[in-house]
């Protein structure tokens, strides 16, 4: 007989919930590693100075469960915070926040790496557009290139 596995600890997630569109792969990454379910929700800013607006709300699966609720980067905090809210309103037992990288003064619950330097994540640097690939707009700014550069 095998003996019984001991219950997992309050905090321990059980599903994984990854803020889209960028922290969809840190949180299906952490989802795997932590051998959880997986879901997503989204929230996305119309412009780089505006205030995040929820898109997708949290599925109602979450309902009474622990839920870890991931994105790529925190700044401010201001996309958490609208997450954090709608996550709350469905009813999870618990809530923590994680993420890949702390750029700001918002304190998530848990991150990877704490830095002050703007990040640019590999699958978010280019995007297409008239059948190329070009650097997102507002990192070529940013970097304080004159305009988006093409890749060969």
Same mark, same amino acid.
């Given at each position: 007989?095998?003996? !019984? *596995?001991?219950?997992?600890?309050?905090?321990?997630?059980?599903?994984?919930?990854?803020?889209? !569109? *960028?922290?969809?792969?840190?949180?299906?990454?952490? *989802?795997?590693?932590?051998?959880?379910?997986?879901?997503?929700?989204?929230?996305?800013? +119309?412009?780089?100075?505006?205030?995040?607006?929820?898109?997708?709300?949290?599925?109602?699966?979450?309902?009474?469960?622990?839920?870890?609720?991931? =994105? &790529?980067?925190?700044?401010?905090?201001?996309?958490? !915070?609208? #997450?954090?809210?709608?996550?709350?309103?469905?009813?999870? #037992?618990?809530?923590?926040? *994680?993420?890949? +990288? !702390?750029?700001?003064?918002?304190?998530?619950?848990?991150?990877?790496?704490?830095?002050?330097? +703007?990040?640019?994540?590999?699958?978010?640097?280019?995007?297409?557009? =008239?059948?190329?690939?070009?650097?997102?707009?507002?990192?070529?700014?940013?970097?304080? &290139?004159?305009?988006?550069?093409?890749?060969?």
């Amino acid at each position: 007989m095998r003996p !019984k *596995a001991p219950p997992p600890p309050a905090r321990d997630p059980e599903i994984v919930l990854g803020i889209a !569109k *960028a922290g969809v792969i840190p949180g299906a990454v952490v *989802a795997s590693i932590l051998q959880r379910d997986f879901a997503s929700m989204a929230v996305t800013r +119309f412009g780089e100075s505006s205030r995040p607006t929820l898109v997708t709300a949290p599925p109602p699966l979450i309902r009474g469960r622990r839920v870890l609720v991931v =994105d &790529e980067t925190c700044d401010s905090g201001e996309t958490l !915070k609208l #997450a954090l809210s709608a996550v709350r309103k469905v009813g999870p #037992a618990d809530v923590r926040t *994680a993420v890949s +990288f !702390k750029t700001g003064p918002y304190e998530p619950d848990f991150y990877a790496l704490a830095s002050e330097s +703007f990040i640019i994540l590999p699958w978010d640097r280019e995007i297409i557009v =008239d059948g190329e690939f070009v650097m997102r707009p507002e990192y070529a700014v940013r970097l304080g &290139e004159l305009a988006p550069r093409q890749m060969d």
